[in-house]
T-cell receptor, first 117, second 115 residues
Framework: GAVVSQHPSWVICKSGTSVKIECRSL??????MFWYRQFPKQSLMLMAT?????????EQGVEKDKFLINHASLTLSTLTVTSAHPEDSSFYIC?????????????FGQGTRLTVV | AQKITQTQPGMFVQEKEAVTLDCTYD???????LFWYKQPSSGEMIFLIY??????QNATEGRYSLNFQKARKSANLVISASQLGDSAMYFC????????????FGAGTTVTVRA
């Protein structure tokens, strides 16, 4: 199946700094990528939809200035957590959809565990 | 309103036995897809099985089968011959055509397989 690579798999950063997470589709082009956040033992919550060449669409309650998303190419989307605070500590995971994919599953990255100290 | 409901927070199953994970959904979109994912402790999301709203037959993939009851809006996952490696969190998800193909996830069910 298609491969989505997410980097880094884990990161620890100091409070107040920014962290960038990359999501790459390795063997297919993805016009749309999705970013999710997951707290321990909870479900995945969609944060935003990343569209190649245009602005991301954020879900209600997600601060777009806090979580900057850039989708500069058909194979790369980045999520930057700006001025991170301990409450931003979470598991972040991206997924990508194949172009013209209709009934195919979304392909997920491995996830990034962010810890803000 | 909850789009996807998984009512079983946790389940125990004996090795080699079958287990059914419940999932009900809510949509008015005639075109939608239902997914089951497995998430082990490592965090990766592993796709298990897919059922389209227009599919006539229940989906099967190896030891996984989906009991799709459209009128009841139910899409239960059946894992047969459970193995210790099946211990994980399982999520039911739905993708609606009218929602830009976003996935809505249920709360998840933790399955623990006992030897």
């Amino acid at each position: 199946g298609a491969v989505v690579s997410q980097h880094p798999s884990w990161v620890i950063c100091k409070s107040g700094t920014s962290v960038k997470i990359e999501c790459r589709s390795l063997d297919f082009q993805a016009t749309t990528m999705f970013w999710y956040r997951q707290f321990p033992k909870q479900s995945l919550m969609l944060m935003a939809t990343s569209n190649e060449g245009s602005k991301a669409t954020y879900e209600q309650g997600v601060e777009k200035d806090k979580f900057l998303i850039n989708h500069a190419s058909l194979t790369l989307s980045t999520l930057t957590v700006t001025s991170a605070h301990p409450e931003d500590s979470s598991f972040y995971i991206c997924s990508a959809r194949l172009i013209n994919g209709v009934n195919t599953e979304a392909f997920f990255g491995q996830g990034t565990r962010l810890t803000v100290v | 309103a909850q789009k996807i409901t998984q009512t079983q927070p946790g389940m125990f199953v004996q090795e080699k036995e079958a287990v059914t994970l419940d999932c009900t959904y809510d949509t008015s979109d005639p075109s939608y897809g239902l997914f089951w994912y497995k998430q082990p402790s490592s965090g990766e999301m592993i796709f298990l099985i897919y059922q389209g709203s227009y599919d006539q037959q229940n989906a099967t993939e190896g030891r996984y089968s989906l009991n799709f009851q459209k009128a009841r809006k139910s899409a239960n996952l059946v894992i047969s011959a459970s193995q210790l490696g099946d211990s994980a969190m399982y999520f039911c998800a739905m993708r609606e055509r009218g929602k830009d193909y976003k996935l809505s996830f249920g709360a998840g069910t933790t399955v623990t397989v006992r030897a």
